[in-house]
């Protein structure tokens, strides 16, 4: 398998001398790494034997000072250059490793290691999270034009989501996803930053779904997206030369994992660690929940015309548990009584479409667990319904389907048609027939 990040793997490591070494000792380890990385060859450039050891000493340093309410322990330096070379030792030492397909590797050691990367990069961006996107470091050998870090990292970042063998990793994933989204808002040009980035992730969302619309691709044995597209690259860096190396070549296994790297790069435009930032109590509600619906039923659609054919090996089982995650978290009290009626009419809708979908699917798995979950899911979204202004109408339009398909389930499940039914029954009295 070739490497599942090709065309563009980030900065050389190179660390800048101008500025003096290092004080603290772990920010002195920092600079051996990477300066013994920096040598290594391969396209990969993976450390081994003992820099792979000094690597893993280094981290475990880095976590503690994480932790480390006093501060004195800190591992990063106020000379950006050093801390944007960490950030990218960290990210191809304990993220890269895991797209090498070894059969001989102790996945859960790699994946140990690779959630304490996630968690150390989380940390250096709160504390410098305008490293992520001002113009990195001139030092670089060559005088190679080079993007900002969100570019390159999020490629790297995303080639892990819904990857097998790493289901351990998937939340730090996604709270290190958020962190990114969320120390937009930090940053000097927060306003700025938090547009570029966000026309990033809609133009890889884009790209994505162009990918699955094309069924020469989805029948392929993996996918090779640009991620992003070059005009999407012109749009949030336009001092870099069109046909530079800002975007990555990156390979997904298969359709099913481009359909959980879209749910994640669409949901994270009104994720939970976003929605309650300082800068605004529900980011995005306004700019960014439109979009996300409408989204959302596009990967819907999509997935319906992908299990048409035989290729599709659909990850039913993570695609349902994070869709009801983000409607859960969506539809909160506090949240939900934010929205505008119309978009909460059109939230609501939204959920119900892709509720009947994967009660279909509980029912063709024989899938108790993910029934339970569905039921607390439709029961949630029926009380939702009573309490807003639908007229009945509409009501019963929305939950006829999960009815109907709950009430042909042969193995015998009827507690869920039977409460819908019910509830269903009491919004009558509760909705405004004049709406």
Not at 77 to 89: G, M, R
Not at 247 to 270: K, M
Not at 312 to 317: E, L, T, V
Not at 349 to 363: K, N, Q, T, Y
């Amino acid at each position: 398998m070739a490497p599942a990040i090709g065309r563009y793997l980030g900065p050389s490591c190179h660390l800048n001398r101008n500025h003096g070494p290092p004080q603290s000792q772990s920010s002195k380890r920092a600079a051996q790494v990477v300066n013994n990385l920096s040598r290594t060859t391969g396209t990969k450039g993976q450390l081994k034997g003992d820099d792979r050891e000094s690597f893993e000493q280094l981290l475990s340093e880095m976590l503690n000072a994480s932790n480390d309410s006093s501060g004195e322990g800190s591992f990063t330096e106020a000379d950006f250059s050093t801390n944007y070379n960490l950030v990218s030792v960290v990210t191809r030492a304990g993220l890269d490793v895991l797209l090498e397909d070894d059969p001989f590797a102790n996945v859960e050691h790699l994946i140990s290691v690779a959630t304490g990367s996630l968690t150390v990069l989380s940390a250096i961006f709160q504390k410098h999270p305008d490293l992520l996107f001002d113009d990195p470091p001139n030092d670089v050998p060559g005088g190679v034009v080079q993007p900002p870090m969100y570019i390159w990292l999020l490629p790297r970042l995303l080639v892990l989501v819904g990857r097998r063998q790493l289901d351990d990793l998937q939340d730090a994933l996604a709270n290190a996803l958020r962190s990114i989204v969320r120390v937009a808002s930090q940053s000097m040009r927060s306003a700025t930053n938090s547009t570029k980035l966000f026309e990033y992730l809609r133009g890889c969302v884009r790209g994505l779904l162009s990918v699955l619309d094309d069924a020469s691709q989805v029948t392929l044995p993996s996918l090779d997206v640009l991620m992003p597209s070059e005009d999407t690259l012109q749009k949030v860096s336009p001092s870099l030369p069109f046909g530079s190396l800002g975007s990555c070549q990156v390979t997904f296994r298969d359709p099913g994992q481009v359909c959980l790297v879209l749910l994640n790069l669409i949901c994270i435009h009104v994720s939970p660690a976003s929605k309650h930032s300082s800068s605004s109590p529900v980011l995005g509600m306004k700019n960014h929940v439109s979009f996300v619906l409408d989204h959302l039923i596009r990967v819907y659609r999509t997935i319906l015309c992908l299990e048409q054919t035989q290729r599709f090996a659909c990850p039913r089982h993570e695609i349902a548990t994070f869709v009801l995650r983000f409607f859960r978290d969506l539809l909160d009290d506090n949240v939900a009584s934010q929205m505008q009626p119309g978009m909460l009419h059109k939230t609501i809708a939204a959920e119900v479409r892709w509720e009947v979908l994967l009660l279909r699917w509980s029912i063709d798995d024989h899938n108790s667990p993910l029934q339970k979950d569905l039921s607390q899911a439709l029961n949630r979204t029926v009380q939702l319904l009573a309490r807003s202004d639908i007229c009945i109408s509409e009501v019963e339009s929305l939950l006829a389907p999960a009815i109907c398909l709950a009430a042909k389930d042969e193995e015998g499940r009827a507690p869920i048609t039977s409460e819908l039914e019910v509830r269903t029954s009491m919004s009558r009295h509760t909705c405004d027939h004049s709406i």
